[in-house]
């Protein structure tokens, strides 16, 4: 079973060609909360980076799934470059369910955050041509038993921005907020939404206090009415990825 969370598709992406190499099944991490999978011998875990380290949903969710101790348990990691402490992380949280992680790695893809920091996303579309190797080498690993774990280490910055004091600060720059002028109250980023954190009142999307930032409200928004920083994000610097699609993110 391959468990997965994603904002703007890349992970989803990755567990879906995961699961056809290695014939296995995926499931949102959502869906996973309660689930029996005593039975199984894999167990994957697909996520990206957020603000180095794993996603604020990812750490909430691992400590609510059920995981077998004796499972080969695996984790591949999407991020722009670096893995920094997702992986760190989320190994804490397994331990105390008495689960040892068997191996991990990690899968560049095009950064869906760089809008934050007024990058295009988009620009970076040419990691689509180079991981294709990467997870063929994954998936002979998995196939292999092989246990070796990449990038794992513990990464002090990103420890340090992920405290209360600067983790709220980052947060709060990075917010989304809506553009009251341009929503019309579509509902788009209240049914991708995977936090349950965006409301429609009076035609009008308002985004509450539990955002995990995996932005997938503002890349999916099809009026760009959700800035960051401040910012207006234009279309141009709106991304998914291409295998991915507006229905697929509702399903989760």
């Keep these: 079973m391959i468990l997965y969370f994603s904002g703007s598709g890349n992970s989803l992406a990755i567990a879906r060609q995961l699961s056809t190499k290695l014939n296995d099944q995926v499931i949102s991490m959502y869906n996973a909360v309660n689930k029996d999978f005593s039975k ?69 893809v095009p950064d869906s955050s760089a809008l934050a920091f007024g990058r295009n996303p988009n620009s970076q579309k040419w990691k689509f041509d180079r991981y294709s190797n990467r997870i063929n080498v994954i998936v002979e690993d998995i196939l292999k038993g092989k246990r070796h774990l990449h990038y794992s280490a ?15 600060k980052v947060y709060k720059i990075t917010t989304p907020i809506v553009n009251v002028d341009k929503c019309v109250g579509c509902e788009t980023c209240y049914k991708i939404c995977p936090q349950n954190n965006i409301k429609i009142s009076n035609k009008k999307a308002f985004i ?45």
């Design 154 to 168: 513990f990464d002090p910055l990103g420890y340090l921005l992920n405290r209360d004091l600067l983790a709220k």
């Design 208 to 252: 509450g206090d539990n955002c995990t930032f995996c932005f997938g409200c503002v890349h999916f928004c099809p009026f760009q009415a959700i800035d960051i920083s401040g910012k207006h994000i234009s279309k141009d610097f709106q991304y998914h990825h291409p295998q991915i699609v507006l229905k697929d993110m509702i399903k989760r």
């Design 40 to 108: 199984e011998k894999y167990i994957g875990l697909v996520f990206p980076t957020y603000w180095l380290d794993a996603p604020l949903a990812v750490k909430e969710l691992i400590p609510k799934i059920k995981f077998p101790a004796t499972a080969y348990t695996y984790i591949v990691i999407t991020c722009g470059a670096q893995t920094n402490n997702a992986i760190w992380s989320v190994r804490r949280l397994l331990r105390q369910q008495g689960v040892e992680i068997s191996y991990c790695h990690k899968v560049r």
